[in-house]
């Protein structure tokens, strides 16, 4: 039965033409070109735009369902200090309610704290500015993680804390009501006894309201080359009263990403566990030590009484791209966006390059071409398609000081996905005189992202690839180009909204830019 399924979603790839999606955009705001942004839209239609920066306060702009700026104001804060906002951490921005909700992480009087601070989605003052999780001192850091879910406006803080005096590590999931205020706290009971560490290292939750937390558990058997590293899957099914826990035996691994959607049709859940590892290869320079990764979908059944693995291994994807190319190309890269559909149908984004084999290990940007792949897997993880297309290889020079670990200006050469019901996209800054670029051409890499413009891939459920501009056809002379780490998707009216900057000659505006997706 669900092989007829897969017939019916399944269909030969085929290349069209794209029409541009519908676009408004904002008049030219006053933000300075530094720092870092975040866009937010709220349920009342508005959209809010936070520009952090260091030693300069938050500068909180509010547009309204017009996408007129109707408020803007800088608010320097109680308890975070805005001196040091290169050594914070943005953990998420959210709506509860009406409001607009921002979590921050913090050394505040020697103690790492998490902060919430609400803001109101007219004025875009602030509202209250609270401490909601501390670290008992300097030397023992509290590690916490911060969910929403979309069943409801509830949201979830995952924090594992250092005790003083003691080894083991305190954990919990506290819920939060749309109030503000603690439901209640569900304790995280992982044994230690043995173990020389214990880590956080992952937090998620998918669509449907069920919650996972990865938690590595380590212990050195021979100093430095043999550690037996297990990971812990902490798993919470939506309002449910405990969590149930799945232990897995690790290779030597460097880091750990994790990612989760939900299967309807088979009534499971998709884990997606990125493995980040050094190994030595073999190059034409000879062995390199090089940083890879693994991808491994774990699927798990609601009851979590049974767990599978699969290796995903992306061979429809090289497979294309070597009857495109030639045999010695070899396709990498980093999962970026995960759906699955109503079908079992697991759609996987990936961001990733072709090398020449000879060249594996290598870190010079010279002999591969950058590729945006889609691979398509069953409920059982097999690849069903698999595709590449080509995109510019962009570099930037970030002369900014960074906020949060980054700037939004450094992350121009990134992508951003979003997908509706029917098709899926990819946002990103392309340079025009390789917009129609094909595989089996190479381009020279691109240093300089403000001669470049906006554009997407998207693809339908025909397995149809289109290409177009995200702001419109370019004019000679002017450049439009987005900051992805700003973005915000709303699924619910299919509203891309995102920071762009309009080059014109020396001239630079900013602008927010909200799309139509279809």
Known sequence: MKFLFYL??????????????KCSVSEPIEISQAGFDRLLQLKNGNTMLFHFENRKGIVVKVFDQQHKEIASNKELCKIIDINILNASKLKRLFTVDEEAVLFVEQDIDNRQ???????NSTTGKLISEEKLVRSESFTKPTHTAVLQSDMD??????????????VEKEMSLTVYTVKHEVERT??????????DDVVLTEAGIDKTGHLFASVIVSKIIKYPTEVDRQMVLCYLPFNGQEFVYKKVRLPQVSGLDLASTYNAFTSSINILVTLHFFDDVKNAKGISTVNLSEDLLMTMDEAATSLS????????????LVSQIDTNQFFSGSVIDMHTNQYGLTTFIIDGYTKHVA?????????????IAFSQVDDKGNELFGIAVPVSRLTFKNDYPGVFGATSEGGL????????????????????????????????????VEFTNAAYYKLNKRKEITKSYLLGQPIPGEYKHI??????????????????????????????AWVAAD
Request: charged fraction near 25%.
């Open 359 to 371: 060249n594996i290990g290598m870190n010079e940007v010279t002999g591969f071409r950058k590729n």
């Open 153 to 166: 406006d509830r949201y979830y803080i995952v924090s594992l804390k250092e005790k003083k005096g003691f």
């Open 483 to 512: 900051y992805p780490s700003s973005s915000d998707f709303d699924d619910k009216t299919n509203t891309y909204a995102v920071l762009y900057r309009h080059k014109k000659g020396e001239k630079y505006s900013m602008h927010v």
């Open 113 to 119: 704290t998490l902060v919430r601070l609400r803001f």
């Open 413 to 448: 050469p990134h992508k951003w996905c979003f997908n509706t019901k029917s098709n899926f996209y990819v946002a990103f800054n392309e340079v025009e005189k390789n917009f129609n670029l094909k595989l089996v051409e190479q381009k020279d890499s691109i240093y300089n």
């Open 186 to 195: 569900v304790p995280i009971v992982i044994d230690q006894k043995g173990y």
């Open 8 to 21: 019916l979603v399944l269909f030969s790839c085929s290349r069209a033409i794209a029409q541009d999606l």
């Open 309 to 320: 693995f699969t290796k995903l291994t992306n061979n429809k994807v090289r497979n294309y």
